[in-house]
């Protein structure tokens, strides 16, 4: 049984910063792919950042640069920092684990938190 708790959402101006955190309860491996996804209203959850087990990370074209994650096995904890906030960042943010680092098979199969919601405005 794994359950996953994310916080750190909020409100912030364009240009702001968040930072996400994602604490890992239950039989979570160090060897998880863990990752980041995002569902703005009226769209489909897409992945944003990955990390593996071996720290390979692992963005969307739209967050390079400005979005980092990582994590802390010994806290069985996700991070992910969000800078240079943009309206279009807006959505709710939720933390993912799984076997494999790949979109499709932690949207059908992976271990899933609640979401954090992420608004920023203009």
């Known amino acids: 049984q794994v359950q996953l708790v994310e916080s750190g959402g909020g409100s912030v101006q364009a240009g702001g910063s968040l930072r996400l955190s994602c604490a890992a309860f239950g039989d979570i491996y160090s060897t998880y792919c863990m990752a980041w996804f995002r569902q703005a209203p009226g769209k489909e959850r897409e992945g944003v950042a990955y990390?593996?087990?071996?720290?390979?990370?692992t963005y969307a074209d739209s967050v390079k640069g400005p979005f980092t994650v990582s994590r802390d096995n010994a806290k069985n904890t996700l991070y992910l920092q969000m800078n240079s906030l943009k309206p279009e960042d807006t959505a709710m943010y939720y933390c993912?684990?799984?076997?494999?680092?790949?979109?499709?098979?932690?949207?059908?199969?992976?271990?899933w938190g609640q979401g954090t919601r992420v608004t920023v405005s203009s």
């Open positions: 990390i593996d087990g071996d720290g390979k990370t």
């Open positions: 993912a684990a799984g076997a494999s680092c790949t979109e499709n098979l932690l949207l059908r199969g992976g271990y």
